[in-house]
């Protein structure tokens, strides 16, 4: 996930006090459109390199080259020699023949603070990276940041000009420069990770196909960091967005307008009478246009209204989700990327509690918990600024939860988004679990609610009641089909297969009437052509029973929540196939399809009672080779891999 708070990634030498100056600076060095900056002072081969900083054979007090005046108080050359020696050159860490001493000036920027205020803090002692310059204020951990250095082989230090200082990576036609430490959050504003790519290529189809209802769009990127996301957009859907990429973070914004350089995009600084600043001065004519804003994300979102606002800051949203909605214009789309795992799937329930203002325990179905949990809170949210939501997709996967909705303005689609935020409870015993009906009336005896029969066979209280939890769909079918189209048509393979399984989700079926391979076809609207043709195929080429079956459930609801198969399977005994369970399931008349949530999981309208009777019905007792008579099982519903 990409995140504009953090320490700094890199660090220039700083400004000398006043009536002094560094001797001989290096110069330096420029690659790819990015200034690099040289060596930092504290970092030396020699005593001697490190007392010619200051001029020791001259009269009168001078100050220390490494330290603050408030530290460090202008003195003679012998106690100025004596300090250097000591207190700097003594003080280091060593690596292929240089000492980074340790430094005692401000190079480390102010953190902001959740406001975007800067708020004042102790400038502790630090060391500078030879080899990334970013400033460390452990030794141990310098030790440790060198070492991974050099099994990452990284070993030539930034102030060479190394063609290794930056690296370009590429996705989705799109060049970015990332540095050195782009993948630790704590040590770099540019914080990039290479695991959400399935995360933003979600975000654009979803954006896409906003972009096919009206035209053009303002989307904002609320969370820079390094752009890519916001190119993306602008270089694929060119002239349909108007693109705003923010970043409160100053090395950000400058790591922005270089990538925009990479890719040919104009940059404008601002909106109305727009006007292009240097970094927009591109070879050749620029493919599309993007606004770089340098501002909290709250601020920019209560200035200005957008139709597209994506969410993604570093661990949860919630402290954005008011600005966001106060603005957006009707119909409009905002998509929420939270990375906080360890508080969405029941790792620190207190800050669960804290965030979310929910109560939810470990299940086997935690995944689609916390997705409905944030839905749960966007609902929310929306509703203070007289708004409700239509959800659009919720994926859950190990990095990240993304929620995509739609804004539907107006206190009456408040309210009824608000009607569907419920209590659910919960069996510690068998997992069984559905959601409190609808009222404010206490009822005398919540177990009654529950299939099962927990309560009436162990001692004690069996069940838990979680949430507040968003009850209604988590899916849109035909939003998701458009983004598999969209999908198909930007050439994004790596999401496919998963769209197609939250499109068997939506409509809880495993019917795949979908094209395969259509990326590969040159024209685009044929594809899509047969794509609709073949999804009508299928279906008038079924039975009349099945078709009927097709056109009734395609209104209804998918249920929520799902049952994992290897949970619930029987001791002693070989299952069938998922797939093959999954056509027992139908057969015996049950709504069913997989989930992406969990890969054995089975999202059915049946009960856990009757789910464990049909995978008891289907399973086969395990013979032991040992054991008379006994024979090896082969057939293929006796089979204990799955598909």
Same mark, same amino acid.
């Given at each position: 996930?990409?995140?504009?708070?953090?320490?700094?990634?890199?660090?220039?030498?700083?400004?000398?006090?006043?009536?002094?100056?560094?001797?001989?600076?290096?110069?330096?060095?420029? #690659?790819?459109? =990015?200034?690099?900056? *040289?060596?930092?002072? +504290?970092?030396?081969? %020699?005593? /001697?390199?490190? @007392?010619?900083?200051?001029?020791?054979?001259?009269?009168?007090?001078?100050?220390?080259?490494?330290?603050?005046?408030?530290?460090?108080?202008?003195?003679?050359?012998?106690?100025?020699?004596?300090?250097?020696?000591?207190?700097?050159?003594?003080?280091?860490?060593?690596?292929?023949?240089?000492?980074?001493?340790?430094?005692?000036?401000?190079?480390?920027?102010?953190?902001?603070?959740?406001?975007?205020?800067?708020?004042?803090?102790?400038?502790?002692?630090?060391?500078?990276?030879?080899?990334?310059?970013?400033?460390?204020?452990?030794?141990?951990?310098?030790?440790?940041?060198? #070492?991974?250095? =050099?099994?990452?082989? *990284?070993?030539?230090? +930034?102030?060479?000009? %190394?063609? /290794?200082?930056? @690296?370009?990576?590429?996705?989705?036609?799109?060049?970015?420069?990332?540095?050195?430490?782009?993948?630790?959050?704590?040590?770099?504003?540019?914080?990039?990770?290479?695991?959400?790519?399935?995360?933003?290529?979600?975000?654009?189809?979803?954006?896409?196909?906003?972009?096919?209802?009206?035209?053009?769009?303002?989307?904002?990127?609320?969370?820079?960091?390094?752009?890519?996301?916001?190119?993306?957009?602008?270089?694929?859907?060119?002239?349909?967005?108007?693109?705003?990429?923010?970043?409160?973070?100053?090395?950000?914004?400058?790591?922005?307008?270089?990538?925009?350089?990479?890719?040919?995009?104009?940059?404008?600084?601002?909106?109305?009478?727009?006007?292009?600043?240097?970094?927009?001065?591109? @070879?050749?004519?620029?493919?599309?246009?993007?606004?770089?804003?340098?501002?909290?994300?709250?601020?920019?979102?209560?200035?200005?209204?957008?139709?597209?606002?994506?969410?993604?800051?570093?661990?949860?949203?919630?402290?954005?989700?008011?600005?966001?909605?106060?603005?957006?214009?009707?119909?409009?789309?905002?998509?929420?990327?939270?990375?906080?795992?360890?508080?969405?799937?029941?790792?620190?329930?207190?800050?669960?509690?804290?965030?979310?203002?929910?109560?939810?325990?470990?299940?086997?179905?935690?995944?689609?918990?916390?997705?409905?949990?944030?839905?749960?809170?966007?609902?929310?949210?929306?509703?203070?600024?007289?708004?409700?939501?239509?959800?659009?997709?919720?994926?859950?996967?190990?990095?990240?939860?993304?929620?995509?909705?739609?804004?539907?303005?107006?206190?009456?689609?408040?309210?009824?988004?608000?009607?569907?935020?419920?209590?659910?409870?919960?069996?510690?015993?068998?997992?069984?679990?559905?959601?409190?009906?609808?009222?404010?009336?206490?009822?005398?005896?919540?177990?009654?609610?529950?299939?099962?029969?927990?309560?009436?066979?162990?001692?004690?209280?069996?069940?838990?009641?979680?949430?507040?939890?968003?009850?209604?769909?988590?899916?849109?079918?035909?939003?998701?089909?458009?983004?598999?189209?969209?999908?198909?048509?930007?050439?994004?393979?790596?999401?496919?297969?998963?769209?197609?399984?939250?499109?068997?989700?939506?409509?809880?079926?495993?019917?795949?009437?979908?094209?395969?391979?259509?990326?590969?076809?040159?024209?685009?609207?044929?594809?899509?052509?047969?794509?609709?043709?073949?999804?009508?195929?299928?279906?008038?080429?079924?039975?009349?029973?099945?078709?009927?079956?097709?056109?009734?459930?395609?209104?209804?609801?998918?249920?929520?929540?799902?049952?994992?198969?290897?949970?619930?399977?029987?001791?002693?005994?070989?299952?069938?196939?998922?797939?093959?369970?999954?056509?027992?399931?139908?057969?015996?008349?049950?709504?069913?399809?997989?989930?992406?949530?969990?890969?054995?999981?089975?999202?059915?309208?049946?009960?856990?009672?009757?789910?464990?009777?049909?995978?008891?019905?289907?399973?086969?007792?395990?013979?032991?080779?040992?054991?008379?008579?006994?024979?090896?099982?082969?057939?293929?519903?006796?089979?204990?891999?799955?598909?």
């Amino acid at each position: 996930t990409s995140t504009s708070q953090g320490t700094p990634s890199r660090t220039q030498t700083p400004d000398p006090p006043e009536g002094r100056t560094w001797p001989n600076p290096l110069p330096r060095v420029k #690659k790819s459109c =990015v200034i690099i900056s *040289e060596r930092h002072i +504290s970092i030396q081969t %020699s005593l /001697e390199g490190l @007392e010619k900083l200051v001029d020791l054979n001259g009269a009168g007090r001078k100050a220390c080259p490494l330290c603050p005046e408030e530290k460090f108080k202008a003195c003679y050359s012998h106690k100025l020699r004596r300090h250097l020696q000591n207190l700097h050159w003594k003080v280091y860490v060593e690596f292929e023949g240089h000492r980074m001493c340790i430094c005692h000036l401000p190079c480390r920027q102010l953190k902001s603070s959740l406001s975007g205020d800067q708020v004042a803090s102790r400038l502790a002692a630090h060391y500078h990276c030879v080899v990334c310059s970013v400033t460390i204020a452990r030794k141990t951990d310098m030790i440790s940041h060198l #070492k991974r250095h =050099v099994n990452k082989g *990284e070993t030539e230090a +930034s102030y060479t000009g %190394s063609s /290794e200082a930056y @690296e370009i990576m590429k996705e989705l036609g799109t060049n970015v420069q990332l540095l050195p430490n782009h993948t630790t959050p704590q040590k770099s504003d540019t914080y990039f990770n290479r695991k959400m790519k399935t995360n933003r290529q979600l975000v654009f189809c979803s954006l896409a196909v906003l972009a096919e209802e009206r035209s053009p769009l303002d989307c904002l990127d609320a969370f820079g960091a390094t752009g890519i996301m916001g190119l993306q957009w602008a270089k694929h859907l060119r002239s349909a967005v108007k693109v705003t990429i923010n970043d409160i973070n100053e090395s950000c914004v400058k790591m922005i307008r270089e990538n925009c350089r990479l890719n040919h995009i104009r940059v404008e600084s601002s909106r109305g009478p727009r006007h292009t600043d240097v970094a927009g001065d591109v @070879e050749g004519v620029p493919i599309a246009s993007v606004e770089v804003v340098k501002m909290d994300a709250n601020v920019i979102m209560h200035l200005r209204p957008f139709d597209y606002i994506h969410l993604d800051p570093f661990g949860t949203a919630v402290n954005y989700l008011d600005a966001a909605f106060r603005n957006v214009r009707n119909l409009g789309i905002v998509s929420i990327t939270s990375t906080d795992t360890g508080t969405l799937y029941s790792k620190a329930l207190n800050v669960t509690l804290r965030h979310y203002g929910c109560h939810i325990v470990r299940t086997e179905y935690y995944k689609e918990l916390a997705a409905r949990m944030v839905v749960a809170t966007v609902a929310r949210a929306a509703a203070r600024c007289n708004k409700g939501i239509e959800v659009l997709l919720a994926v859950a996967l190990e990095h990240f939860v993304l929620v995509v909705v739609r804004v539907l303005r107006g206190p009456t689609q408040a309210d009824e988004a608000v009607k569907k935020i419920r209590q659910l409870v919960h069996c510690q015993w068998c997992e069984e679990r559905v959601f409190l009906r609808a009222g404010n009336m206490v009822e005398e005896n919540l177990y009654r609610q529950l299939p099962c029969n927990c309560q009436g066979s162990m001692p004690g209280k069996t069940a838990v009641e979680l949430g507040p939890l968003w009850a209604g769909p988590l899916f849109n079918t035909g939003f998701l089909r458009r983004m598999l189209f969209a999908a198909v048509q930007h050439s994004m393979d790596d999401i496919q297969a998963l769209v197609k399984t939250l499109i068997c989700e939506s409509e809880c079926t495993t019917l795949k009437s979908f094209v395969h391979g259509a990326s590969s076809h040159a024209n685009q609207g044929a594809a899509y052509s047969s794509f609709r043709a073949q999804t009508f195929d299928l279906q008038i080429d079924e039975s009349g029973t099945v078709l009927k079956k097709v056109k009734s459930e395609a209104l209804l609801e998918h249920p929520p929540f799902y049952y994992s198969i290897h949970r619930h399977s029987i001791r002693g005994m070989n299952m069938p196939k998922l797939n093959k369970f999954l056509q027992y399931l139908t057969e015996a008349g049950f709504r069913v399809s997989r989930t992406h949530f969990d890969p054995t999981g089975v999202r059915t309208d049946a009960s856990l009672s009757q789910f464990k009777s049909v995978l008891t019905k289907y399973s086969v007792p395990t013979y032991t080779g040992g054991q008379g008579g006994g024979h090896a099982l082969s057939t293929e519903e006796t089979a204990t891999t799955m598909d």
